[in-house]
């Protein structure tokens, strides 16, 4: 049997939670795959250690102060450093890799991932906020491109592989689950006194800052909505959120015959991650089985929209479309950011989101430029909100 050539694959946000753990993917596979370009914002010391162990073509550097030490420290190898915000859409664009894994967090990601479809390039796609903040206009120049978008957010690896062979057969309706976070059960009169630390102890996953607090606050549940709503092309009322502490069924699609397709596991990022990066061979791996005898009890519960607001709001922005999906995602960026730094209790994340949703021009079918403006109008004037 012939063997399939290297897979090249560039990995913008390298250093992170989902970049990390994409290298040790790849490192279990020698042979399958090739490190062609990482990237990181300013974390230089894990940037530096994973380019001398995977000798990729290209690093890209953020953040300029730190450009002279990544540059001497690669000084004997053939590595290219580049460096800044630009560099990053540059090397998006360059023909130097087949698949680009979308890793870097928030807005920052969406250049990079638009210009990497715009090269041809097959995305595996961790970073939502790309398709929260302009959905439409990415999956079309998907279509435009054929370049296929394969989900990495687990919820979405999980409905995609549930999708295979039934693509003449239409979705009545998906139920995304949500392990409820960490505050699950929680009433306000608790989730006003929350820190930090509390919020960043997630009870099944270990994820970088931003997605930990979006999971405790239900926000994630709510921008993944809107992320399925564009990946699999449904309507609002087609997606339902289920609340399944144990994170084993990782979500699930139901035909219009009433049949429902269940994708399950332990919960662990390398799976979806090793799906997207190998789409579609399925390969062999060690990851820890999953023993129902072990969890013989799965519960499902509704979300309490009530008490977590912010989930309420993100359905208000997927309901209503436009650019208030754009706004809700600039605005919680800001409020995650001000949270992290203490300048924010937990609750009072909503009143900035929902003072910004209220604030900044709504506009109905936004052009690319359109999001531009609104994502920098939204966040300055939550930023001034909490006067950061
Ligand atoms: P993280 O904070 O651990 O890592 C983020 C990466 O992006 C880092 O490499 C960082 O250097 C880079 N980065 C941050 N800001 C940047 C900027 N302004 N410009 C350029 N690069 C920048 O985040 P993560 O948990 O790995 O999440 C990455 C994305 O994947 C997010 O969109 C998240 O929602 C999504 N996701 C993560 C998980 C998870 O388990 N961690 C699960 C599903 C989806
Ligand atoms: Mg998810």
Redesign the pocket.
């Known amino acids: 049997m012939n063997e399939l050539p290297q897979k090249r694959i560039a990995i913008?946000?390298?250093?992170?939670?989902?970049?990390s753990q994409a290298l040790e993917v790849i490192e279990a596979h020698p042979g399958k795959f090739s490190v062609e370009v990482l990237?990181?914002?300013?974390?230089e010391e894990l940037l530096i250690k994973q380019a001398l162990k995977h000798n990729p073509n290209i690093v890209v550097i953020?953040d300029e102060t730190k450009t002279g030490k990544v540059k001497e420290a690669l000084a004997t190898t053939s590595i290219k450093v580049f460096a800044g915000?630009n560099a990053?859409q540059e090397v998006a664009s360059m023909d130097v890799y087949d698949l680009m894994l979308a890793?870097?967090?928030?807005y920052?990601?969406l250049k990079p991932t638009l210009n990497a479809i715009n090269a041809g390039k097959a995305i595996a796609l961790?970073?939502?906020?790309t398709l929260v903040v302009a959905g439409e206009i990415v999956m079309q120049a998907a279509i435009v491109k054929r370049v296929p978008i394969l989900p990495?957010?687990?919820e979405h690896s999980a409905i995609f592989q549930c999708l295979m062979g039934e693509m003449r057969n239409p979705i009545e309706k998906i139920i995304l689950t949500a392990s409820g976070g960490p505050f699950l059960g929680r009433k306000t009169n608790y989730l006003v006194n929350v820190k930090r630390e509390h919020a960043l102890q997630h009870p099944n996953?270990?994820?970088?800052?931003?997605?930990?607090v979006?999971s405790a606050t239900l926000m994630?549940k709510g921008?993944e909505m809107i992320e399925a709503k564009w990946l699999f092309n449904l309507k609002p009322e087609q997606i339902q959120v289920l609340i399944h502490p144990q994170s084993i069924i990782h979500s699930m699609v139901q035909f219009e015959d009433g049949s429902i397709k269940a994708q399950m596991g332990l919960p662990d990022?390398k799976l979806p991650i090793q799906y997207a990066l190998a789409f579609p061979e399925r390969l062999p791996n060690k990851f820890p089985r999953c023993d129902f005898r072990k969890y013989n009890n799965l519960t499902f519960d509704e979300p309490d929209y009530r008490t977590f607001q912010n989930l309420s709001l993100a359905i208000e922005a997927l309901k209503k479309g436009g650019n208030l999906p754009c706004i809700l995602n600039a605005a919680n960026e800001i409020a995650v950011y001000a949270f992290l730094k203490n300048r924010l209790g937990f609750l009072e994340m909503t009143d900035v989101i929902e003072k910004t949703m209220q604030k900044i021009s709504f506009i109905e079918k936004p052009s690319l430029d359109d999001y531009y403006q609104s994502d920098g109008e939204a966040r300055q004037y939550a930023a001034d909100l909490v006067q950061l």
Do not use: P, R
């Open positions: 913008f946000g390298s250093t992170g939670s989902i970049g990237t990181a914002n300013s974390n953020t915000e990053l890793a870097i967090v928030g920052a990601g961790a970073n939502k906020e990495v957010d687990s996953w270990n994820m970088g800052a931003k997605i930990s979006d994630n921008l990022m």
